[in-house]
C-alpha cells in the first residue's frame, strides 16, 4: 500500500498541473480574505458593516481563504481523470490489479494535497490579516476570536473536497465533463436547489453548504449546521464520493 | 509434473473467451494457448479483437465469459503482477507533461522496484538521452521504446505487447526483433505479439494464433501454415470433370482471379494422378506459390454471402 501511495504522490509532483493550481487556489483565498477585510474596514456604500475587531468579523474573514476548495476538487477530479485521457490507467492498473487498493492510495494523496493547499491558504490569509489588522491597530484574537478554529475549518474544506473531486473523476471519467459538471454543481445547482421549496430544506446538508458550516462563511439562506456537524455531512460526502469511485473502478473494464 | 495442464509456468491460456459489448460481440468463444520460450504472433486485421482479448487476459476489461489466465491463473490472482507480467497496450498511456524517467520511477515506486531500474531500462531501449524530456515532444517510435521500458520494469517472464512495432523504424523492428528472440530463446520467457500485417511480425515469431471478427481462426507453427497454404494450381478445360476426378482427395477447391484452380489439401502428385486416371485434360498443374500475407488475407476475409436465394 505505501508503494502505491508513493507512486500517486510521484504522480503529482512530476507534472506541473499541481503547483499551478496551487497558485490558484492561493490568489481566490488571497482574494477573498483581501475583498472581506476592504469592505468590512471601509464600510462604504453606506452599508451597515461590523468592526473589524468583532469575533465574527475576523472569523468570516478566515473563512473566506475556504473558497480554494474550488480548486482543491478540480485538482482531485484531474488526478484521477488524467489517468483515463492518458491511458496512464493501463500501466497502473497492471501493476496493481487489484483496482481498489489504488483508489484508496490516490484518495490518500488527494487528500495530502488538499491538506497542503489548505495550510497554504491558510498561512497566505494570516500573513495578509497579521499586518494589515496591525496597521489599523485592530489586534486579532488568533484563539479567543475563534479565527484559528476557522482556518482549521478551511484547511479540512479543502482537503476533503480533493477527496470529492476523486470520486467525482471516477463517476465522470470525461476530464472537462467532470471539472464543468462539478463546478456548475457548486455554482449553480446547490444554490439553486436552496430556493425551491421543500427541496431546500435539504440544503445545509450538501456539499457546498456543509462546507460553508466548517469555515462559517456565509452561504444560502437557511440556517448552517453547526460546523461539527457540517464536518461530519462533510466528511461524509467525502467518504460516500470515495466509496462509489472505489466501486465503480472495480466494476467497469479500465479504459 | 503438475496435474493441471494451463498451471505450466509463464503459459498463457485463453478459454472460451467471449465479450460482448451491446449487441456487438466483439470476442468470441476464443480458445488458444501460449507456450513459453516461443514469440507468438497474434494476428488479425483491425477490429479483430486482438486488444480486447489482451485486455481481458491482462484483467483490464472482464470477460463476459471465459477466462483468460497467465501461468495458470487469473492475471489479479498473481502474486506479483508487476514483476511476472510485462504489457504494452498501444503505445499512448503517458502523461505528455511527465518525463520519461519520472514516468517510469512512478511504476517503480508502484512495483517496489528501486529508482536505478527506470535508468536500466532506458539504456536498453535506448532512451538514456531522452530521460530528462517530457514525453509530448516524443514522436511514435520513442513512445514504442518508452511503453516497451514500462513493460519490462519488472523484469517480467511473460510479454504481451499490442502492435509494438507500430512507429518503429526499420532498424527500431530489428533491434526489436533481436530482443524478443532473446527473451524467447535464451531466457525462456514467453512473448506475445499482436499485429495486423503478417509480414510485419513473420521473421519474428515461430507461433500464430489467427484471429477475425473476434472469432478463432488458426493456431499452430507459421511453418506448418505456410506449407498449408500453398495448394495446387490447376487449369483445366473442364472443371466440373475435375471436381469429380478428385473428389476421393479431400481437398478444396477455389476457383483464381486468373480462371484457375486452387486445390487445397493436396500434393501436385496426388492431383496429377487422379487427373490423368479419370483422363480430364489438364493445361497447367504447379505447386501454388501463395505467399504467407495472401494465406492470411484469406483466412481472415469476410465471409462471402451464402449462395442461393435471399428469404
Known amino acids: 500500500m505505501i508503494n502505491l501511495v508513493r507512486a500517486e504522490w510521484r504522480k503529482v509532483i512530476t507534472v506541473k498541473l499541481g503547483w499551478g493550481m496551487l497558485l490558484g487556489a492561493l490568489a481566490l483565498a488571497a482574494l477573498g480574505v483581501v475583498a472581506q477585510i476592504a469592505s468590512n474596514g471601509n464600510g462604504g456604500n453606506g452599508s451597515p458593516v461590523l468592526p473589524l475587531s468583532a469575533a465574527a468579523t475576523q472569523r468570516s474573514i478566515a473563512a473566506s481563504a475556504g473558497s480554494a476548495y474550488l480548486f482543491s476538487i478540480v485538482v482531485g477530479i484531474i488526478l484521477i481523470t488524467t489517468e ?15 483496482r481498489g487498493r489504488v483508489i484508496v492510495a490516490k484518495v490518500i494523496v488527494a487528500a495530502v494535497v488538499g491538506i497542503i493547499y489548505g ?3 491558510a498561512a497566505l490569509t494570516a500573513a495578509i490579516m497579521e499586518p494589515w489588522f496591525a496597521a489599523l491597530g485592530v489586534s486579532i484574537g488568533w484563539t479567543s476570536n475563534g479565527v484559528l478554529l476557522s482556518m482549521l475549518g478551511d484547511i479540512i474544506v479543502i482537503a476533503i473536497f480533493a477527496v470529492v473531486g476523486i470520486g467525482v473523476g471516477v463517476l465522470v471519467r470525461n476530464q472537462i465533463a467532470a471539472v464543468i459538471g462539478a463546478l456548475i454543481y457548486l455554482f449553480v445547482l446547490e444554490p439553486l436547489i436552496d430556493i425551491i421549496p421543500v427541496v431546500k430544506n435539504a440544503y445545509p446538508y450538501l456539499p457546498g453548504a456543509a462546507g460553508a458550516a466548517i469555515t462559517g462563511a456565509s452561504r444560502g439562506n437557511l440556517a448552517h449546521l453547526t460546523a461539527v456537524q457540517g464536518g461530519f455531512v462533510l466528511l461524509g460526502w467525502g467518504l460516500l464520493f470515495a466509496l462509489c469511485g472505489w466501486i465503480l473502478t472495480i466494476r467497469r473494464d479500465v479504459p | 509434473m503438475s496435474p493441471e495442464p494451463s498451471a505450466v509456468e509463464g503459459r498463457i491460456v485463453a478459454s472460451g473467451l467471449t465479450k460482448v459489448f451491446g449487441e456487438v460481440k466483439a470476442v468470441d468463444d476464443l480458445s488458444f494457448t501460449v507456450e ?23 484483467g483490464l476489461a472482464t470477460p ?17 503482477p508487476g514483476r511476472t507480467v510485462g504489457a504494452v497496450l498501444e503505445a499512448t498511456s503517458f502523461h505528455p507533461g511527465r518525463s520519461a524517467r519520472n514516468h517510469l520511477r512512478v511504476f517503480c515506486a508502484a512495483a517496489g522496484l528501486p529508482d536505478k531500474r527506470a535508468d536500466e531500462v532506458l539504456e536498453w531501449v535506448g532512451l538514456t538521452q531522452a530521460a530528462r524530456y517530457a514525453v509530448h515532444g516524443f514522436s511514435l517510435g520513442m513512445r514504442q521504446r518508452l511503453a516497451l521500458a514500462t513493460a519490462l520494469l519488472g523484469n517480467p517472464r511473460v ?33 506475445l505479439i499482436s499485429s495486423h500485417v503478417l509480414s510485419e511480425v513473420e521473421q519474428t515469431v515461430d507461433r500464430v494464433v489467427i484471429i477475425a471478427r473476434g472469432r478463432f481462426i488458426y493456431e499452430g507453427k507459421l511453418a506448418d501454415l505456410e506449407g498449408a497454404s500453398g495448394g495446387v494450381v490447376v487449369r483445366t478445360p473442364t472443371p466440373d470433370q475435375f471436381a469429380t476426378a478428385v473428389a476421393s482427395l479431400n481437398a478444396r477447391i477455389t476457383p483464381r482471379a486468373d480462371g484457375s484452380l486452387a486445390v487445397v489439401g493436396a500434393t501436385p502428385e496426388a492431383v496429377g494422378r487422379a487427373a490423368w486416371e479419370a483422363h480430364v485434360e489438364l493445361h497447367e498443374l504447379r505447386a501454388g506459390s501463395s505467399s504467407l500475407e495472401e494465406t492470411f488475407l484469406r483466412l481472415t476475409a469476410e465471409p462471402a454471402a451464402p449462395p442461393g436465394p435471399t428469404p
Open chain 2, 64 to 80: 463476459t465469459s471465459g477466462t483468460g489466465t497467465i501461468s495458470g491463473v487469473a492475471y489479479a490472482h498473481l502474486p506479483v
Open chain 1, 119 to 121: 495550510l497554504a491558504c
Open chain 2, 36 to 58: 513459453p520460450g516461443s514469440v507468438t504472433g497474434f494476428l488479425g486485421p483491425n477490429g479483430a479483437g486482438k486488444t480486447t482479448t489482451l485486455r481481458m487476459i491482462l
Open chain 1, 84 to 98: 483515463f485521457r492518458h491511458f496512464t490507467s493501463r500501466p497502473t492498473f497492471l501493476i496493481e490489479p487489484r
Open chain 2, 159 to 191: 510479454l504481451l505487447l499490442d502492435e509494438p512495432a507500430n512507429g518503429l523504424d526499420p532498424e527500431g523492428i530489428a533491434w526489436l526483433r533481436g530482443l524478443l528472440r532473446h527473451f524467447a530463446d535464451v531466457d525462456g520467457r514467453t512473448v
